[in-house]
């Protein structure tokens, strides 16, 4: 290799089958399939063609030592210093995304990627309804108040007064507060290909922790926001183990009930290809979060709100152990 060029900060290689590697710079927002032999012969400064080389310098891959566009090491550094590593590659990554369907012709582009996608894989929905589910107290047209004084009120507790609410009280604040999520999952179906890639909630499930709400049997639920129904994963008093999974929060242990959101992935990853993807999907935890938060305050609950989980006390408590899967927000009220 030449003595005036190295390899930009943060390039990985990774082995694709026996014959090729690709090379990796979230840095340069770049990635190129090498064959092995070529790869080896280059890192062994052996000679290689300076087409090659050149290719590897136009892609970013390989820069001038101290030249202006080598990145600050020191912000780099910064990174591994605070522990954060591993996500510099999924962040830098996140910034740069080329989307397939952007430019020109994008409506065919979509339709085309779409098609392939499902010639791939059928598109992963989320569980139809348990047919056992408990239906909620039927909620009708609701005179909310106006924005202004829910938010007025909006606060977040800490220590709750001991509290339970009534079945009714948690049936409005479920409803109302999925009414996009109910929307958006009606109006997609695997019949109207194109409706897949409506996904505002299509990742998430959504679980509540019940542990003072008449009418309904303490324990895990799982809420299914089409048909407002509640299907019992596991009855018993999980005020303890939510203070845990909560991070130690008080909240659980005098609170009617918590609602967590809980992302899986591979129903996103489907629909987004990109690095960017996770990205949006925290977002939208704490967009879909906002109206519950709301509902509650405009229904008069005391309301705490936390992404804050310890991720094993959460999987065992709803009993859900796939790397795929993840409680990104919670609520809690009485």
Same mark, same amino acid.
């Given at each position: 290799m030449s003595e005036q060029r190295v390899w930009r900060p943060l390039t990985?290689?990774? +082995?694709? %089958?026996?014959? #090729?590697?690709?090379?990796?710079?979230?840095?340069?927002?770049?990635? *190129?399939?090498?064959? $092995?032999?070529?790869?080896?012969?280059?890192?062994?400064?052996? +000679?290689?063609? +300076? @087409?090659?080389?050149?290719?590897?310098?136009?892609?970013?891959?390989?820069?001038?030592?101290?030249? !202006? !566009?080598?990145?600050?090491?020191?912000?780099?550094?910064?990174?591994?210093?605070?522990?954060?590593?591993?996500s510099l590659a999924s962040y830098l990554w996140s910034r740069s995304v080329s989307y397939y369907d952007s430019g020109p012709g994008e409506e065919d582009?979509?339709?085309?990627?779409?098609?392939?996608m499902l010639h791939e894989r059928s598109c992963p929905l989320p569980p139809e309804p348990d047919p056992s589910a408990v239906s909620l107290q039927a909620v009708g047209d609701w005179d909310a108040p106006p924005l202004s004084a829910v938010l007025a009120?909006?606060?977040?507790?800490?220590?709750?007064?001991?509290?339970?609410?009534?079945?009714?009280?948690?049936?409005?604040?479920? #409803?109302? %507060?999925?009414?996009k999520i109910r929307a958006c999952r009606r109006a997609a179906s695997a019949e109207k290909p194109s409706s897949l890639l409506i996904s505002v909630g299509a990742a998430f499930d959504?679980?509540?922790?019940?542990?003072?709400?008449?009418?309904? *049997?303490?324990?895990?639920?799982?809420?299914?926001? !089409? /048909?407002? /129904?509640?299907?019992?994963?596991?009855? %018993?008093?999980?005020? !303890?183990?939510a203070y845990v999974a909560l991070a130690g929060q008080p909240a659980p242990k005098n609170? @009617?009930?918590?609602?967590?959101?809980?992302?899986?992935?591979?129903?996103?990853?489907? $629909?987004?290809?990109?690095?960017?993807?996770?990205?949006?999907?925290?977002?939208e935890a704490g967009?879909?979060?906002q109206p519950l938060i709301l509902v509650a305050t405009a229904l008069g609950l005391q309301t705490g709100i936390t992404p804050a989980v310890r991720d094993e006390e959460i999987a065992d408590l709803l009993g859900e152990n796939s790397e795929?899967?993840?409680?990104?927000?919670?609520? /809690?009220?009485?």
């Open positions: 990985t290689a990774t +082995p694709v %089958g026996d014959r #090729y590697v690709e090379m990796d710079s979230p840095v340069a927002g770049s990635r *190129i399939r090498l064959h $092995r032999d070529a790869l080896v012969r280059l890192l062994a400064d052996q +000679p290689v063609p +300076p @087409a090659f080389e050149h290719g590897l310098t136009e892609r970013g891959l390989l820069c001038v030592s101290g030249g !202006e !566009e080598e990145p600050a090491e020191e912000d780099l550094a910064l990174w591994q210093e605070r522990g954060w590593g591993l582009r979509r339709s085309a990627a779409i098609e392939s009120k909006r606060r977040s507790v800490g220590a709750f007064r001991q509290s339970s609410v009534d079945r009714g009280a948690l049936a409005a604040l479920l #409803y109302y %507060g999925t009414s959504i679980y509540v922790l019940v542990y003072a709400v008449d009418g309904l *049997i303490s324990g895990v639920h799982r809420y299914h926001p !089409e /048909t407002n /129904t509640l299907s019992l994963v596991k009855a %018993g008093n999980f005020r !303890e183990a609170a @009617a009930a918590t609602i967590l959101l809980v992302a899986d992935f591979a129903r996103y990853q489907w $629909r987004y290809r990109h690095e960017r993807a996770l990205r949006n999907l925290y977002l967009r879909l979060m795929n899967w993840q409680a990104l927000h919670t609520l /809690t009220v009485a």
